[in-house]
Structures are given as structure tokens and as C-alpha cells.
């Protein structure tokens, strides 16, 4: 089945800096990639998607890139700032029976230092 | 306005009972989803849901069952409770199971513990 390596478990940055996270997967049938953001108890909020054909995806400060050869995804923070400290998931998706089934990144703790 | 509620926010059970958690999604989708977040575990799928039809089930145990009474609910029912059933779980949607519009999204979560 899939496998979701993320990684750093732990992140801090200035305020200002950027922030990268980085989650490789296994299943070459994986088609869907999202980033989700914890913040302390509460849900996950839903940062960006992308589809397999989408090699990179910019949006309010965040970067996704994907990179389906190495099956690797990544999540950039630009000049990061205290509110973006929470917990980011990667979350992949594949086709077929798996259709619908997310499969989490274990989550990268973000701290950003003012 | 929170679009998916679940309820109770918070939960404590002794071992051995049962206890259903609610979730209504206000987004007009058609697939809904649970998930599990332990200390032990990163986010598990549990299961999915298309049309008030199960779709997809991975959790091993019988204990746990969803239950649809209407489109824009899946309540999951628990029984037999044990301790290591402690954990948050988080229910979701999304408008197909495709994700072609979306990605799922995801309500505030139940706490369940369970003494």
C-alpha cells in the first residue's frame, strides 16, 4: 500500500524566513496531492491541491511543487510569520479502488520564531 | 460558520460501552469520510462514503460502524470501547470522490477518550 514519508517532524523559523516540507510517496498511481495546516485543537484546514498533472502551484504565499519522477511533493512557506505556526500534513490521493482514500504525511510541527 | 459539525466536540467513555459521533455537512457534497488521529498513528482513513453508500472500509474492527440516515450525515457508531480507542476523529467531505473540484474538508474533530 502507499507509504507517506514526511519530513521535517520539527521546523522553526524567523519570522520572515522561508519554511520547506518535504513528503515522498510510493504508490506511482498516486493523482492527487494536498497540503492541509493543524492549528492547537483543531481541525485541518485545507491549504492547497494539485493535481499529477501539476508540476508547481503558487497561492497566497505557498508554494507547491511536485515532482513525479522522485515522487516527492513539497510545501514552501514564503517569509513565514507567527500565524503560520501549526502542524502541516501532506495528504496523497491515488485512483482506482483507492479512490477517495487520503493518506497522511505523519505532520511537520512549524514554529515561527518572531 | 463551520460547514461540517461534528458533535460532541469532546467525549469520555469507560471501557466496554458504546457511543455514536455525529457529523452534518452543509456543503452540499456527496461523499463523506472518517479518520482517526492518535499519539500513535499519523491520520488514518477509515472509511468513505458516496451517496449514503459505503465505498471503502479500513478499519479492521466490526466495532466501528458508520451510519447514513441522510446525504449530509455519516455518524460512526463505536462499540465495545477500549482505551486504545482513545484518539480524535475527524470526519470529512468532499463533493465526489474524485476530489475534481476539491480535496476533502474537514470538521473541528471529536476528542474521544476512553477511561
Known amino acids: 500500500g502507499e507509504q507517506v514519508e514526511q519530513r521535517p517532524p520539527h521546523l522553526s523559523v524567523r519570522e520572515g524566513d522561508s519554511a520547506i516540507i518535504i513528503c515522498t510517496y510510493t504508490d506511482s498511481a498516486t493523482a492527487y496531492f494536498s497540503w492541509y495546516k493543524q492549528e492547537a485543537g483543531a481541525g485541518l484546514q485545507l491549504l492547497m491541491s494539485?493535481?499529477?498533472?501539476?508540476d508547481r502551484k503558487e497561492e497566497q504565499g505557498l508554494t507547491v511543487l511536485l515532482n513525479k519522477k522522485d515522487k516527492r511533493l513539497s510545501l514552501n512557506l514564503t517569509a513565514a510569520h507567527p500565524g503560520d505556526s501549526a502542524v502541516y500534513f501532506c495528504?496523497?490521493?491515488?485512483?482506482?479502488?483507492?479512490?477517495?482514500?487520503?493518506?497522511f504525511g505523519a505532520g511537520t510541527q512549524l514554529i515561527v520564531i518572531p | 460558520d463551520p460547514k461540517i459539525i461534528q458533535k460532541p466536540k469532546y467525549l469520555v467513555a469507560v471501557t466496554g460501552s458504546e457511543k455514536i459521533l455525529i457529523c452534518e455537512q452543509y456543503l452540499g457534497h456527496n461523499a463523506m469520510y472518517w479518520y482517526r488521529q492518535s499519539a500513535k498513528k499519523p491520520l488514518e482513513f477509515m472509511f468513505s462514503y458516496s451517496y449514503q453508500k459505503l465505498m471503502d472500509n479500513q478499519t479492521a474492527s466490526s466495532r466501528f460502524q458508520p451510519q447514513s440516515s441522510k446525504k449530509n450525515h455519516l455518524d460512526l457508531q463505536i462499540t465495545a470501547l477500549k482505551p486504545d480507542d482513545s484518539a480524535t476523529y475527524f470526519c470529512?467531505?468532499?463533493?465526489?470522490?474524485?476530489?475534481?473540484?476539491?480535496?476533502?474538508?474537514f470538521g473541528e474533530g471529536t476528542r474521544l477518550s476512553v477511561l
Open positions: 495528504a496523497v490521493s491515488a485512483v482506482g479502488s483507492a479512490l477517495g482514500r487520503l493518506h
Open positions: 470529512a467531505s468532499s463533493q465526489d470522490r474524485g476530489f475534481n473540484n476539491q480535496a476533502p474538508l
Open positions: 494539485v493535481l499529477s498533472n501539476v
